[in-house]
């Protein structure tokens, strides 16, 4: 049974804009903290954002500033606005939820449920 559905990836040259969005089940999205981590070949998982438990956004250091996460409560769904795209910003996106946000911006524990992962790649 498919939970987190990605979409939204794609190519765009350096400085361009893409929306990613994730659709999850009702059950997932009620009861987990949502968000976005990102591997690149060759590279480690590295947490993009996450919504913590107070509402508020937690960002990598790398995005911040330039990528946006928020939620539809409505819709069950997930965003991440990046703006200001770099090269360095190509990878694999996937969405996640798990027990704790710092799990998702983390790189150790691994968070309970993630998407099949939507390909973000930035051109120079």
């Known amino acids: 049974q498919v939970q987190l559905v990605e979409s939204g990836g794609g190519s765009v040259q350096a400085g361009g804009s893409l929306r990613l969005s994730c659709a999850a089940s009702?059950?997932?999205?009620?009861?987990?903290?949502m968000g976005w981590f990102r591997q690149a070949p060759g590279k480690e998982r590295e947490g993009v954002a996450c919504?913590?438990?107070?509402?508020?956004?937690r960002y990598a250091d790398s995005v911040k500033g330039r990528f946006t996460i928020s939620q539809d409560n409505a819709k069950n769904t997930l965003y991440l606005e990046m703006n200001s795209l770099k090269p360095e910003d190509t990878a694999l996106y996937y969405c996640a939820a798990a027990v704790a946000c710092t799990i998702i911006t983390g790189s150790g524990v691994r968070p309970n449920y993630r998407g099949q992962g939507t390909q973000v790649t930035v051109s120079s």
């Open positions: 009702r059950y997932i999205f009620s009861n987990y903290y």
């Open positions: 919504i913590d438990s107070d509402g508020s956004a």
